[in-house]
C-alpha cells in the first residue's frame, strides 16, 4: 500500500534549527512536496523535490533520498510564526498523475 | 493571500439539506482537486479534473457530486450528508505540464449536524 510517516508534534525554541522527516512507501515516486498549513488556512506550497540533494530556500530547506525513501525539512532560525502543521507528500508515478498522497502532517510549535 | 478562493468559508447543514460548496482559481491553472481534511487524518483526494474533464474519482460516496463547468470554477454539490461527512473541504489547483504544484485555498469548514 501508499504510507507517509511524519511526527505528530514537535517543539522547538524560537532561533533553534528544527529538522521535520518524513518517510514513504509508495508504489512509485515523482516528486515529493512540503507545504506549510496555519490553524484554519489553506496549505501553502515550501518546496518540491524530485532528485536526490539538498534544495535551499531561505531558513527553508528540504533534503531527499530515494533510495532510503526518506525526506527532511530544516527549518532554521525559527521564528513564532514557523508555529504550523507541516505536511509531506508524495507524487507516486503509478497511481496516476495528478494524485498526491499526503501524510498526516507534523504540528510545530514554537516557544519564545 | 492565493490565487484559489472558495466560498463559503463555515457552512453548517442539517442531514436532508442540499448545499453546494464552490471554488475558483486566478492562476490560469488546467487542473482543478477536491480534497477532504478531517482532524488528525492525512488530506483525501476526492475528485479531479483535467482540462474540465473528471480524470478521478476517489471512491467517494455519491452524496458528493462535483461539477467543473470550466477550467476555473469547480463546485461541490452536496446531499444527505452524514455527520462524519463533517470536515474541511480543500480546493486546490495546478498546471498540468509545469511541475504540477498545487496550490490551495482556504477551504470551507462543513458541520453536518
Known amino acids: 500500500g501508499q504510507n507517509i510517516d511524519q511526527p505528530t508534534e514537535m517543539t522547538a525554541t524560537e532561533g533553534a534549527i528544527v529538522q521535520i522527516n518524513c518517510t514513504y512507501q509508495t508504489s512509485g515516486f515523482n516528486g515529493l512536496f512540503w507545504y506549510q498549513q496555519h490553524a484554519g488556512e489553506a496549505p501553502t506550497f515550501l518546496s518540491y523535490?524530485?532528485?536526490?540533494g539538498l534544495e535551499e530556500k531561505g531558513r527553508f530547506s528540504s533534503f531527499l533520498s530515494r533510495s532510503k525513501g526518506y525526506s527532511y525539512l530544516l527549518l532554521k532560525e525559527l521564528q513564532m510564526k514557523d508555529s504550523a502543521s507541516y505536511l509531506c507528500?508524495?507524487?507516486?508515478?503509478?497511481?496516476?498523475?495528478?494524485?498526491?498522497?499526503f501524510g498526516t502532517g507534523t504540528r510545530l510549535k514554537v516557544l519564545a | 493571500e492565493t490565487g484559489v478562493t472558495q466560498t463559503p468559508r463555515h457552512l453548517v447543514m442539517g442531514m436532508t439539506n442540499k448545499k453546494s460548496l464552490k471554488c475558483e482559481q486566478h492562476?490560469?491553472?488546467?487542473?482543478m482537486y477536491w480534497y477532504k481534511q478531517s482532524a488528525k487524518k492525512p488530506l483525501e483526494l476526492m475528485f479531479v479534473y483535467n482540462f474540465k474533464e473528471q480524470t478521478e474519482n476517489n471512491s467517494v460516496p455519491s452524496r458528493f457530486s462535483p461539477e467543473c463547468p470550466n477550467s476555473s470554477h469547480l463546485f461541490l454539490h452536496l446531499h444527505t450528508l452524514q455527520p462524519e461527512d463533517s470536515a474541511l473541504y480543500l480546493c486546490a489547483s495546478s498546471q498540468v505540464d509545469r511541475g504540477e504544484t498545487q496550490y490551495f485555498g482556504p477551504g470551507t469548514r462543513l458541520l453536518v449536524l
Open positions: 492562476l490560469g491553472h488546467n487542473a
Open positions: 507528500a508524495v507524487r507516486p508515478l503509478a497511481s496516476g498523475t495528478y494524485k498526491y498522497i
Open positions: 523535490n524530485v532528485l536526490d
